[in-house]
């Protein structure tokens, strides 16, 4: 099959869709190709916009003739790009179908940065394929040891039950890609503490893949979406709630199999409030500090890796971390070749309170602003970077907690002179603001504080605060009335 298109589109993830959306809307008489190597779409539903930089949103997986009945001018192609020819435009896929295309964006993702590549006992999560792969083990499972600090590893160990978890992080402590030592201290109860909700059916319909005859091995499908942990079943063989044991400032040294321990007389650890005594375990962890743990499984929640190694041949220019160097336009440094979401690096000097993060906000946010500046490169016309790139945000739940962060939420590059202001009630809420030369330049808002609004309009707004700051987070003061 051989296709013409203006645009084209790799991958069906958030960044891919968004920009596939707002090109079909900008320039409804353009011809539009999305190529996509998971057989399902992801996009964004119930949008509410918080304040005017905060959005909530759920991200939903469609079958592909969504796109395709709503946007008469996107069609959309289930096949996995193995070629981008620049030179002469035009993008073959691993079934033989070719597109020609005048500009093309790569939203290709990343794939899960696994601490073991190829070891049966070790699962990354990253796509459906692979969580229904861990539900599926962690069925019969009596203990885990989940390595990583990130928002997937928070989420796994508050989410599964019936299951002991050795939680292995790096840091002093939990959560650390998110929130602070005193955030984490925060959250710290929550870990071992028994859910009360109960678990509430899901509204949406959910589809499942198909199987993917036309997905190579090394390509993985989109992302999850927001309610990846929430509503599975994510259940052990036990009994009980939660059973958290948790290993700070460490990483993994070593896998063995239990014969090998007993062969070197090693000792394995069993801590005092866990319930398994056996030695029987399929498979070992040492960690750095020297104590051993056995399990029936690894989890490597350790990050992403952009999957820029793809399309190699273009020479795009990579940043440090992976991901394919983008302008603020998005474009990479290969003619007529955008970026957006998690494959890309941002690599224009950044707004003061803006920083990139691997999530489905800025994954959206790029999408939309790669297809404006796609189109503005079609017609010759120019684009400024977008308002959404001037503050950086993110809305989430951690341990059932609403979870606010702005700006430099963790003092991120501010260097000397940052002053920390906190508000903290145990249970209800944690309120960090950072100030620095007078003025707002980050926050972390756990809890219903109802700071977000005023707070992002202290930071944009650049009030100096030296006069002020005392009776910042003072609950008896309304804040919001005063600056208004
Ligand atoms: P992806 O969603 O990864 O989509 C990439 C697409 O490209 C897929 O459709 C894939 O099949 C396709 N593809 C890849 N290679 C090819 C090829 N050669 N040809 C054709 N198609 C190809 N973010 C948050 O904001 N909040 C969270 O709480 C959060 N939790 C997360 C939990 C998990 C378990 C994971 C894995 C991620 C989480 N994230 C979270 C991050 C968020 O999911 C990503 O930042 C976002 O989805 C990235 O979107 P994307 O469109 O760039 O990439």
Known sequence: ???????????????????????????????????????????????????????????????????????????????????????NHILKTSDGTSVGYKKVCICTGGRPKVIVEDNPFVLGIRDTESVQEFQKRLKNARRIIVIGNGGIATELVYEV???????????????SAFVDAGAAQFFLPCVNKEKTESRKPLKRHKYTEEDDVTRPKNVTGGALGPDWSVNRDMVGNQQGSHKVHIEYSVEMANIFKLDEIK?????????????????????????????????????????????SHQFSANNFEIAEDGGIKVNDKMET???????????????????????????????????????????????????????????????????????ILLGKFNGQGLGEGQEILLRF????????????????????????????????????????????????????????????
């Open 425 to 484: 009630t145990e249970g209800v809420e944690y309120v960090k603001a950072i100030i620095q030369d007078g003025h707002l330049q980050g926050a972390v808002l756990i809890g219903e504080t109802d700071l977000e609004e005023t707070f992002e309009n202290l930071i944009l707004n650049k009030i100096d605060l030296t006069l002020f700051k005392e009776h910042l987070l003072d609950p008896n003061i309304d804040i919001e009335d005063f600056f208004d």
């Open 263 to 307: 062969t070197n007389g090693k000792k394995i650890e069993n801590p005092s409030t866990f319930d398994q005594i056996t030695d029987d375990w399929p498979v070992c962890v040492e960690l750095t500090n020297g104590k051993i743990y056995g399990a029936d499984f690894i989890v490597s929640a350790t990050g992403v890796v952009p999957n």
């Open 333 to 403: 440094n290969v003619k007529d070749v955008f970026a957006a979401g998690d494959i890309c690096t941002a690599s224009w000097i950044p707004a003061p309170h803006w920083i990139q993060m691997r999530l489905w906000s800025q994954a959206r946010q790029m999408g939309c602003y790669a297809a404006k500046s796609m189109v503005a490169s079609l017609s010759n016309e120019d684009v400024t970077l977008d308002f959404c790139f001037e503050l950086f945000t993110h809305m989430t739940k951690f341990f059932n907690y609403k979870v």
């Open 161 to 175: 039950e019936g299951c002991e978890v050795i939680w292995a992080i790096k840091d002093k402590s939990i959560s």
């Open 1 to 87: 099959m051989n296709l013409k298109a203006d645009f084209a589109i790799i991958g069906g993830g958030i960044g891919g869709v968004t920009c596939a959306e707002t090109l079909s809307h900008l320039n409804p008489d353009t011809n539009i190709v999305l190529i996509t190597a998971s057989s399902l779409i992801k996009t964004v539903t119930n949008l509410v916009q918080v304040s005017e930089r905060i959005e909530s949103f759920d991200v939903e997986e469609k079958p592909k003739s969504y796109l395709e009945s709503t946007l008469p001018n996107v069609q959309v192609v289930h096949a996995a790009v193995a070629i981008l020819d620049s030179e």
